[in-house]
DNA sequence: TAGATTGTTAATCGATTAACAATC
DNA sequence: TAGATTGTTAATCGATTAACAATC
């Protein structure tokens, strides 16, 4: 129950956002009530692993029914702290950067993006969707003025310590570092780490190869 | 050791193109040598830990010393199925998609944008980059010629599922999925999902509230 | 009631980490 | 040799999952 104020285990947490996608997409079908091996199945995870998932928030399912998916949906997005909006800054607007202040998807699930900073004379005043560029010294005042207190750094990764040490100093208390390089924050400040040439490089791993010395680790289906 | 087919564990397996990463930078640096403890504090985890991953590969270090960094970079390329270029298609070129056919960081470590892809009669013959994107209905000549094996799906969450279908069809076997909706894959194919509201939602949980019941879960700094 | 499904238990599995013998 | 650091062990920790009593 969260009013004990019992953590919830981290890779429940990671998954929450999961069910709520799929909640999301069941009530824009009407649908009203969902079982736990329908949503495990359209979460892609198993119903046993969602069922533990969710008795972490408490005990929202009635035996023999299933999930109230807008009870649910409610639930798990006060767990997560999305009951109201957060808003958020962009720094290091290359073509990344373009695009995920271009990226509706952030807005439609609360996180609108409120400003972009970067230091670059050339795009230091561009327009991109409603917002122009700010310059980067700027950040402290901007931040404090939208109380952002998220921050998605899409820079090159030379710059993206110094830029996270900057903006935590200007408020910032969550991190979303697209700059393929390592950042360090202190306690206090929530960090997740994304990098894409990373993910293509784990599946790598996973190829079949049939030119290697080394047995195929997954087999074509059959 | 890789050569007796054993696997190596998912959670080693993620970390080892962040090795990489850290590798290739000290090589940028000039390092010809680094320790366990020097390179887990690059990559931002414990020492004992990077050993251990290590160590599925074989006993590429010495004993007093440490790793020799060239050496160690060969290694993991090795083992992730490194050693050639792997070529990349693009499915669906809107903001996120642009931005990731334009994006350097995929080319730069192994993985070339060969082509793009969308049905969109505005896209369709667009030019990003060096490419000009083709239809989505010439998928199976183009990835043959290329013998592309990996496809990024960055197409509207409605369109994800039979966009995977199809390129498997056409010979893809590993996907990236960056439409925010699960796709599912048979087996030999491999699978990572990326969702980048779905990030920032699971930051949302560790942002230290005041507001709210639930104790902070985080202090900040002292 | 009978059928269905949750919430939880307990067993298993995999990942993490400190400690240290091996050894350069 | 003495100092340093790897590779591995073993203990701990956390995550997963099948099974089923509880109960709608």
């Known amino acids: 129950m969260a009013e004990d104020g019992l953590q919830v285990p981290a890779a ?12 999301e997409e069941l009530c824009a079908n009407g649908v009203a009530t969902v079982s736990s091996s329908r949503l495990a199945e359209l979460a892609g995870v198993n119903a046993a692993k969602l069922r533990k998932d969710l008795s972490h928030l408490g005990s929202y399912g009635t035996r023999g029914v299933g999930y109230e998916v807008i009870n649910l949906t409610h639930e798990i997005q006060r767990e997560l702290g999305l009951d109201e909006q957060s808003p958020v ?7 990344l950067g373009q695009a995920l202040a271009k990226h509706g998807g952030f807005g439609d699930r609360g996180f609108p993006i409120v400003a972009l900073f970067d230091v670059q004379p050339d795009i ?8 122009v560029v700010a310059h980067f010294d700027d950040l402290a005042g901007i931040v404090a003025h939208y109380k952002a207190r998220t921050a998605i750094i899409s820079t090159p990764a030379d710059a993206a310590q110094q830029v996270t040490d900057d903006v935590i100093a200007a408020g910032i208390t969550s991190v979303l570092n697209f700059a393929p390089t390592v950042v360090q924050v202190g306690e206090g400040v929530a960090l997740r780490q994304v990098d894409l040439a990373l993910e293509l490089q784990i599946l790598s791993y996973y190829q079949p190869r049939s030119d290697s010395e080394r047995d195929t680790k997954l087999r074509l289906s059959v």
Chains 1, 2 share one sequence.
């Open 124 to 131: 230091v005043g561009m327009q991109i969707g409603d917002l």
């Open 89 to 95: 800054i962009v720094v290091g607007l290359g073509n």
């Open 12 to 23: 429940s947490v990671a998954r929450l956002p999961l069910y709520l996608r799929c909640l």
